[in-house]
């Protein structure tokens, strides 16, 4: 699905200069794609929440900065019972709303909004959960919160308390994630009343740092800072999101001074970035992986042999040189290894082209041909994904297999690889979203994912319910040894063709201050400042 947008101004330039009014701050981020829309939890793409959940919303709880460590955020404190299952949380008086030129807000934000952002991604009957042709509320399914929650209430109009049918280790830093924001229902209310429900994804409106003014489909979107923000209000006055899918145009932009940051260099450009007087490069270990997916309920990668033999096909260090020239490790696991609980013991599928045939024929698989998608956009776990498909296409003609590489529209490709009778093995990724192994091992591979981010389609029982009993324990080395075992069961069973980890390098002008780089991948402006 391509959703089609609305300009919420009447028009907007399609690229903006850093040589602007001299009276405003203006702060251009050359971004590496579009959104899929404005409401975040309709979505899973990094780059659709940090256009806007990061933005534009908050959430009941936050993560601090520069951390994977969740805090109170629009509820202002909580408290939870000695069962686990019933979560208290007093509300944060006095946040306001954005106004803008399409809505001016009555009131502030209170438990109605709760009650509204998130009972339209659990009850298929709330009149807001089909709004969208198509909406999944994928985030919120996969996770299990339709079977998780029990109930959401008011208990006035500045407390909610959500029970839970049973415990949720990692629930609070769940609600600190990008689907969870909170939007108004009141200008809810109005769309709905004015026929524009539709709307709500288009121009949005939120408690966040930054106000919506307007997008410019494929080319810029821009924002204001929120004067009015609780967290305190951005130091810049406009942010612009300047859309520049090509890496190498971006690192153009940066150095003439046309934007102030960018996501996700070409590898082979960051040394001379470095050496660069007028640029900052930031670097730190990526909380990532990239795969490959194969659909597990078509033949003959239903079969966990074949799986393996494939894998053993693949030159992980080859793609690790090639596409990220060394600024990455090969993956064995599905999470990791910065993460707790990451199982150093398991034995990965090692590249042997020998092995990988002779184990193909044993199978009974010869002349295979086979599809691999490659995405169109670069992402922090695979700059350059059509290259690291070239190179499997390569790696698997030497054992036989015939590979076409396909790809879509950014949108479109996420959409199309969640189907259950996909046919070829997808190209993927994860940035963790809140620092729990449940968030790569669970929402990527578990049976409730099936049809959404298991883009494997792979339900293994024995796997489901290692990650499913690891969810409601407490204890973190009780949940450690359980995510262990599970990761082990997937390396014998082989879903993914693990691919790396990488270094998440951000390189922005040396006038830019107060951006902190993000373990969850994220990029947030709301304290980036600029040098007079």
Known sequence: MKTKFALAAAALAAATFLSGAASAKTFVYCSEGSPEGFDPGMYTAGTTFDASAHP???????????????????????????????????????????????????????????????????????????????????????????????????????????????????????????????????????????????????????????????????????????ADYWGGAPKIDDLVFAITTDAAVRYQKLKAGECHLMPFPNAADVETMKSDPALTVMEQEGLNVAYLAYNTTQAPFDKPEVRKALNKAINKEAIVDAVFQGMATPAKNPIPPTMWSYNQSTQDDAYDLDAAKSELEAAGVTGLSMKVWAMPVSRPYMLNARRAAEIIQDDFSKIGVTVEIVSYEWAEYLDRSKAKDRDGAVMLGWTGDNGDPDNFLDTLLGCSAVGGNNRAQWCNEEFDALVKKAKVTSDQAERTKLYEEAQLVFKREAPWATIDHSLSIVPMRKEVSGFVQSPLGDFTFENVDIAE
Do not use: C
Not at 131 to 146: D, L
């Open 56 to 226: 534009i919303y908050s959430r009941l709880m936050e993560f601090k900065p520069g951390t994977t460590e969740a805090e109170a955020g629009l509820a202002e404190s909580y408290e939870v019972n000695a069962e686990g299952t019933e979560y208290t949380f007093k509300l944060r008086p006095g946040v306001k709303f954005h106004t803008t030129e399409f809505f001016t807000p009555s009131r502030e934000f209170n438990a109605d909004d709760v009650l509204f952002s998130l009972d339209r991604q659990l009850k298929a009957d709330h009149p807001w959960n089909q709004y969208v042709a198509g909406t999944s509320w994928e985030y919120a399914a996969g996770m299990g919160f339709p079977e998780l929650i029990k109930s959401i209430e008011k208990v006035d109009d500045m407390t909610v308390k959500i029970t839970l049918n049973k415990p949720e280790a990692p629930f609070l830093a769940n609600l600190a994630m990008p689907f969870a924001s909170i939007v108004s229902k009141e200008y809810a209310d109005k769309l709905e009343a004015e026929g524009k429900k539709e709307q709500l994804n288009q121009m949005p409106v939120g408690t966040g740092p930054f106000s919506f003014v307007g997008y410019q489909q494929d080319a810029v979107i821009r924002y204001k800072k929120n």
